[in-house]
C-alpha cells in the first residue's frame, strides 16, 4: 500500500482539496520536510483561493495587505465572500433571572465574552461606516485583485472559523495551533446584527469604481428596499447603466434577488421592473448564467413580472426563476433571445394567470424552438387557498429533456374540516392515477390547451371541482422514443 509521501503531486492536491480547515492542511504541512513541501501550495491554495470578509477596519485591512503584497500572493484570491453581519456589534442579552436555566446562564456569558472581546474595535468600525472610508478600502482591494472572479454576499454568515478569530479577536488568543473555546458552541449567527449601511450595495459601487474586469460571478441572493438589488437602486443607478457593461465585461453568472418598490397594496411598480429588464440587458452581451427570482410569493402578485424580452441574453445557458408571476408571451420573447444557447431552464414557484394555458403554451414554445434544452423543470401554482379551504392546482415538471423517460405531474388538493369539539379536525386523503399518455405526443397532436390537458388526464381535470376532498396526483410518464422529455420531481 503506498504511503502518503510516495503519491504523486497530483494526488495530494486532490487530497488537499478535500480538506475544509486550512489549519488541517497546516498540520499536515509541519508533519515533516517532505511534506512541508509537498503540501506547502496547496495550504497557500487553502488560505488565500477563496476569502471571507467582514466590512470592518481589520478585515478590509488584511485583505488590503494581502492584495498588495509584494510576493504575489494576493493573485490567488479568487472569490470573496462577503458577510454582513458585524462581528463587533454590542450583542445584548435579557436580564438575568432566578428562573435562568444552566444552559442560558453559559450562553449568556458566552455572549459577554464575545463583545467584550470585541469592544475595542466597536467605535473604529462605526467611523469607517460613516465615512465611508470602507468604500474606499473596497476600491483599493479590487483594484490590486488582478484574479478576482467571483464575488458573493452572504446574509446569514457562518460563525468565524479559528483563523477568523484571531483575526477579529486578538485578546481571544487563538493563533495557530489553538482551539476555539468551548463557549463559542452556545453563540449563533442571530447574536451578531447586520452591519449598518448597505453591504452589496457598497460592493456594487466599489466594483463599478475599480473597473475590475476579470469578475465573472456576482451573487447576492437577497436585498432589502435600502440594498442592492432594490428598485430603489436601479432607480438611483439609472445614468450609469452603461458602465456595467464597460466595468463587468466577463461577468458570466449572476444571481440577484429583488426587492421591489411597491405602491400601497404591495405590488411591483413598472418602471422599477423595467430599470431591473433594462440593465439585465446591458449585461446580456456577456451573461451565460442567470438566477432570478422578486422577494415577493408569487401567490401574492397581481401583476405579470417584467422579464427582457426586448434584446433578451442572447448568450444565455442557465435560466432559473422562482416566485414571479409569469407572461408566457413575455418569458417566451426572452427564450427567443438564447434559444440557441440555452441548456437548463427552472421555473420554481411561480404563477401564471392561466395555468392551463400557460403551461401548454410554454411546452409548446420549447418543444419547437428550444432544441438543445437538456435540463427542465417547472412548479407552478395556480392560484392562493381560499377561504374555503380549496387548495391551488399545481403542476410540477422536471427531467433531462433529451435522454430520459419523462413524467408530467398534476396536483390538487382539496382540505375537508370535520367538526370535532372542542378543535376543528382537518382530514387529507390522497389518490393517485396512472396512465401511459404521452406527454410529447399530446403536445404535437394537439393545438389547444383544453384538448391537451383533456387527452392528457383523461379528462380528469374537468371534474376536480365537484369531486369530494381529497388530494389529486395525475402521473403520466413517457414511454415513447421522443426528443423531449418531462420528468417528475418530488411533491
Not at 276 to 282: A, P, Q, S, T
Request: proline letters at 5%; glycine letters at 6%.
Amino acid at each position: 500500500m503506498a504511503s502518503l509521501p510516495s503519491l504523486p503531486q497530483e494526488l495530494i492536491d486532490q487530497i488537499s482539496l478535500s480538506i475544509d480547515d486550512q489549519d488541517d492542511v497546516l498540520s499536515l504541512r509541519l508533519t515533516c520536510k517532505s511534506f512541508n513541501q509537498k503540501f506547502r501550495d496547496s495550504h497557500l491554495t487553502s488560505i488565500y483561493q477563496c476569502r471571507r470578509i467582514f466590512l470592518v477596519p481589520r478585515s478590509l485591512q488584511n485583505l488590503l495587505k494581502i492584495a498588495k503584497d509584494p510576493s504575489g500572493v494576493g493573485d490567488r484570491v479568487k472569490y470573496l465572500q462577503i458577510a454582513d453581519s458585524n462581528p463587533y456589534c454590542e450583542i445584548v442579552s435579557w436580564p438575568p433571572s432566578e428562573l435562568d436555566s444552566e444552559k442560558t446562564i453559559l450562553t449568556r456569558s458566552a455572549r459577554e465574552k464575545l463583545s467584550a472581546a470585541g469592544s475595542e474595535f466597536r467605535e473604529e468600525t462605526e467611523e469607517m461606516i460613516s465615512s465611508g472610508r470602507d468604500i474606499k478600502m473596497l476600491v483599493e482591494i479590487f483594484e490590486n485583485l488582478k484574479n478576482l472572479q467571483g464575488i458573493e454576499i452572504e446574509k446569514y454568515s457562518e460563525l468565524p472559523k479559528r483563523w477568523e478569530f484571531n483575526l477579529l479577536y486578538p485578546s481571544l488568543g487563538l493563533g495557530p495551533g489553538k482551539q476555539i473555546p468551548e463557549f463559542m458552541s452556545l453563540i449563533t449567527t442571530n447574536d451578531t446584527k447586520a452591519i449598518g449601511g448597505k453591504p452589496s450595495r457598497k460592493v456594487i459601487t466599489a466594483a463599478l469604481k475599480s473597473g475590475i474586469k476579470s469578475l465573472r460571478k456576482l451573487s447576492n441572493t437577497y436585498a432589502t428596499t435600502r440594498d442592492a438589488f432594490s428598485h430603489n437602486w436601479f432607480e438611483d443607478m439609472v445614468p450609469l447603466f452603461p458602465r456595467f457593461s464597460t466595468a463587468f465585461p466577463n461577468l458570466r453568472s449572476l444571481e440577484i434577488s429583488i426587492c421591489c418598490k411597491t405602491t400601497y397594496n404591495g405590488q411591483p411598480l413598472p418602471a422599477g421592473e423595467k430599470n431591473v429588464c433594462d440593465w439585465l440587458e446591458g449585461l446580456g452581451d456577456t451573461l451565460e448564467e442567470l438566477r432570478f427570482e422578486y422577494l415577493i410569493p408569487a401567490v401574492n402578485l397581481k401583476k405579470t413580472t417584467m422579464l427582457p424580452d426586448g434584446k433578451g441574453l442572447p448568450r444565455l445557458k442557465v435560466l432559473h426563476l422562482r416566485s414571479i408571476l409569469i407572461d408566457i408571451d413575455n418569458l417566451s420573447g426572452l427564450l427567443e433571445s438564447c434559444k440557441d444557447s440555452l441548456k437548463e431552464i427552472k421555473i420554481l414557484s411561480c404563477r401564471t394567470l392561466d395555468i392551463k394555458e400557460g403551461v401548454f403554451k410554454l411546452l409548446k414554445f420549447l418543444r419547437k424552438k428550444v432544441k438543445g434544452l437538456r435540463i427542465f423543470e417547472a412548479k407552478f401554482k395556480d392560484e392562493e387557498i381560499t377561504r374555503e379551504g380549496s387548495y391551488p392546482v399545481r403542476i410540477h415538471i422536471y427531467g433531462d429533456w433529451e435522454s430520459y423517460p419523462a413524467n408530467c405531474v398534476v396536483w390538487t388538493k382539496v382540505r375537508q374540516k370535520v367538526f370535532f369539539s372542542p378543535r376543528d379536525w382537518e382530514i387529507h386523503t390522497c389518490q393517485k392515477f396512472d396512465t401511459e399518455a404521452n406527454v410529447v405526443f399530446e403536445i404535437d397532436e394537439n393545438d389547444t390547451a383544453e384538448g391537451f390537458w383533456r387527452k392528457l388526464l383523461d379528462g380528469k381535470w374537468d371534474e376536480w371541482d365537484a369531486i369530494s376532498p381529497n388530494d389529486y396526483y395525475y402521473d403520466r410518464r413517457l414511454l415513447g422514443e421522443i426528443g423531449t422529455s418531462i420528468a417528475p420531481s418530488r411533491i
